[in-house]
């Protein structure tokens, strides 16, 4: 009889490793390992990933690259959307995990596999965003979680492992931490209360340089497209060409406390220097090229796109429906935004759009009036009050005169 096909989503780590000699020798399973490379491994760890795969009884190991299509269906969006989730974390590697599932699924799919696995435990979001992203665009294909259903203990594995005839330095690192093209997320002791936070050695970036820099990002319809004045056509290579510098700074560390989708609260510090410096680059040049009530509908879909995202919506169709309006809103969001980097921090100078909205002939604010008198604007002044002249006026009639 056929031995049964699953394909792991394999990570290297403990948890994926013991899947694999589990489903092997326990179950009878033929095992097929994929890593979904969303730009936060290099060339020489996806290597010894490979190797580690083979080494534990994997058939078969594939590294399927979807960095480029990561930023085309996902990272331009959140952009777009200016996208920071409690007003604070980019959705930095959780938004990787979608896209890592559907690449999953399809290789699954691809090589006609009749389950498909993956490492994640009971407690965290992860487990939700795999298994439903499986569920919608594979459901014919049986879902296999060992870590989340054997509830084993960290030692269980290393000495299953051990006994099997794998050994290797799974040593708990005293931080977990989980690298991607669009930040890296930080966990440790300090993020499992409410009352301390990540120490300086805990970020994988360390800081560099002491004194200031001028950093230029050119965008063109709300794309990154040069940085410092050298053209990118490649946008992930313009996304890491600003972490290269940004990062020397220990420029966006911060923690993000949020309601997590199973329900309780969850913390995780992060480092995203490229993320930040870029969305609040983006929304600088927002604020000079759009107008007040495209920026306000914006903002509200782009809240509700990370939320979904974030909450692993991102096949629902509404999701196809706002990436349209991000899309359309971006028309005129082209130009040059100015900033000065510092250590931990950076400020917004300026910038210059043949699309801003402030180089008009009608006035400057607090200046010149060019498009209306004085007149006008005592006219205007009057019919906007109104309202409320009508409403306080009522309220005196009637006897409850409002208290201001």
């Excluded at 969006?77 to 980019?90: D, F, I, K, Q, S």
Aim: aromatic share 10%; net charge negative.
């Amino acid at each position: 009889m056929d031995r049964k096909k699953v394909v792991l989503a394999f990570s290297g780590g403990l948890d994926t490793s013991f899947a694999v000699k589990y489903l092997t020798e326990e179950k009878g399973f033929d095992v097929y390992t994929a890593i979904a490379n969303t730009g936060g491994f290099t060339d020489k760890e996806l290597a010894a990933i490979e190797q580690r795969a083979l080494a534990l009884g994997a058939v078969r190991h594939a590294t399927l690259d979807i960095t480029q299509d990561y930023y085309l269906r996902s990272i331009r969006y959140m952009v777009y959307g200016n996208v920071l989730r409690g007003g604070t974390y980019p959705i930095s590697v959780s938004s990787e995990r979608i896209f890592q599932a559907i690449a999953t699924i399809r290789y699954a799919k691809q090589i006609g596999a009749q389950a498909v696995a993956h490492g994640s435990t009971g407690a965290g979001n992860d487990q939700v965003r795999f298994d439903l992203t499986f569920q919608v665009l594979a459901p014919e294909i049986e879902i296999i979680t060992p870590t989340r259903d054997l509830g084993l203990t960290r030692e269980y594995e290393i000495e299953y492992l051990r006994q099997h005839g794998f050994v290797a330095d799974f040593t708990r690192l005293e931080y977990s931490i989980n690298k991607g093209l669009w930040g890296t997320s930080v966990g440790g002791k300090e993020t499992l209360r409410s009352d301390q936070t990540l120490p300086e050695e805990a970020y994988p970036s360390p800081l560099v340089e002491t004194g200031t820099e001028e950093l230029t990002l050119g965008f063109e319809r709300g794309e990154l497209c040069s940085v410092n004045g050298k053209p990118y056509a490649d946008k992930v290579a313009a996304i890491r060409a600003v972490e290269a510098i940004a990062a020397r700074y220990a420029i966006g560390r911060d923690m993000h406390i949020g309601d997590t989708i199973v329900g309780i609260k969850g913390r995780v510090g992060f480092e995203a220097a490229a993320p930040v410096v870029i969305i609040a680059a983006h929304k600088m040049l927002e604020k000079h090229t759009l107008t007040k009530w495209q920026q306000y509908w914006k903002d509200q879909i782009g809240t509700w796109y990370g939320m979904f995202l974030h909450e692993a919506q991102y096949l629902d169709p509404a999701m196809r429906d706002m990436e349209r309006f991000l899309e359309s809103s971006q028309r005129n969001v082209t130009g040059e935004v100015i900033l000065n980097l510092r250590p931990y921090s950076y400020q917004l100078v300026g910038v210059r759009s043949k699309h801003d909205l402030m180089n008009n002939d009608f006035g400057e604010y607090g200046e010149v009036m060019k498009a209306w008198t004085p007149d006008d604007v005592k006219g205007f002044i009057k019919m906007m009050a109104t309202p409320m002249k009508i409403y306080y006026n009522v309220q005196q009639h009637a006897g409850q005169p409002e208290e201001v």
